[in-house]
């Protein structure tokens, strides 16, 4: 039996959130499993919703004492149906991780002592039982920090290539490109001859950007922002966008700005606008709100959802393989994450920490090390 701590995620019946540190107890390995001592998770946006759910994070007041940390928050009512399921139901936190074997089943003994990546969810906590299959030894020489995100930024990235391959488009429009993902996309477009247009908010973030090689950078903030990103389109050619912002304008403006570097300034008027197909992928949430769509680009056009647990579920097993072996050779340069800040699991529950993470900024990305409680 291997004890621990683990970040745990509550809603209760009268709708307070609360998320603590709880103790749990691992069964001995079976024949195909392995204990892993985790010592590193990075903080995904996909973790944030896990933790807090619909809660009023205005709310968020702190309980407990400082060996067992406790944060409450209020979930308003009219969001308590869309929770129902959990209601009651402690959820583990931690989309992705890695760590050392410390035990393992029979079957599993070649991974005595390893260090490896894993993704079983529940990576917030000293120790996690995991099945060997799921486990991807780290190459030699690689930390627990460089291995612990090798699946969601990486494939992710990888996933949006393909998709664009697949689709038979030629170019990509990336927002939030100054992201850890979006420095990856850039890097991989780069290598890959892939006419890539970048859409940042701040002028440090352009500069940062272009001293990595981009060519196309446009600021979402500049007043000329939309006839900039027409002239970087017209560039490239590009007729796939991915926004991790989800709310606001920014997806109809993608469309809008394809329409127009697609329209030849000497053409007829069009009054269902271009044929050429043109399809913007909303994969996040950074913004709150609804969509928006300024209908400017004819009706040659879509926008849906796209999510790395669809994208792989169908793709092959071979294609899977290939992504995730170019992520290893690929470790320590192109899909090497970097982080602003490294806590442990009970700093996670300081509200100040809590409220800087939560607060998601591009560029600014969270470790936790459980081996630091």
């Not at 079976?30 to 903080?43: K, M, Q, S, T, Y």
């Not at 944030?48 to 709310?59: E, I, N, R, V």
């Not at 005595?112 to 799921?134: C, E, N």
Request: proline share 7%; with cysteine.
């Amino acid at each position: 039996m291997t004890t621990g701590l683990e970040l745990k995620s509550l809603i209760t019946a009268d709708g307070i959130l609360r998320l603590s540190l709880e103790p749990s107890e691992l069964p001995d390995p079976a024949a195909d499993e392995v204990i892993v001592r985790i010592e590193a998770a990075p903080l995904n946006p996909t973790d944030h919703y896990q933790m807090t759910g619909p809660a009023d994070l205005s709310t968020l007041r702190q309980d407990g004492n400082s060996d067992s940390p406790v944060l409450l928050a209020t979930v308003p009512q009219a969001a308590m149906p869309f929770v129902a399921r959990r209601v009651g139901q402690p959820r583990p936190i931690g989309t992705e991780g890695a760590g050392t074997v410390v035990a393992a089943g029979r079957e599993a003994d070649h991974l005595m002592g390893q260090r490896v990546a894993l993704r079983p969810g529940g990576m917030f906590a000293q120790y996690r039982l995991a099945k060997a299959a799921d486990c991807v030894p780290l190459p030699e020489g690689a930390s627990s920090a460089d291995g612990a995100a090798i699946f969601v930024n990486p494939l992710t990235v990888l996933g949006f290539v393909e998709t664009m391959k697949t689709e038979g488009h030629t170019g990509l429009v990336h927002a939030a490109a100054a992201s850890n993902l979006g420095q990856m996309l850039l890097k991989v477009c780069l290598a890959d001859n892939i006419p890539l247009v970048n859409i940042v908010r701040k002028p440090s973030q352009v500069e940062l950007l272009r001293g990595l090689g981009a060519t196309h950078v446009v600021n979402s903030a500049d007043p000329d922002f939309e006839a900039d990103l027409v002239r970087a389109i017209a560039e490239t050619g590009a007729t796939m966008g991915f926004d991790p912002t989800g709310g606001g304008r920014l997806a109809g403006q993608m469309l809008a700005a394809m329409e127009a570097a697609l329209t030849p300034p000497d053409a007829e008027h069009m009054v269902y606008g271009t044929d050429v197909p043109k399809r913007v992928y909303i994969y996040g949430g950074l913004e709150g709100g609804p969509t928006v769509l300024d209908r400017r680009f004819g009706f040659a056009w879509d926008i849906g959802g796209w999510l790395l647990f669809n994208f792989m579920k169908r793709t092959d097993a071979a294609t899977r393989a290939s992504l995730q072996q170019r992520v290893l050779d690929e470790l320590t340069t192109t899909f090497a994450s970097s982080y602003t800040r490294v806590v442990s699991l009970r700093q996670v529950l300081d509200p100040d920490i809590f409220r800087a993470f939560q607060a998601r900024a591009t560029g600014e990305k969270f470790l936790v090390d459980p081996t630091l409680d």
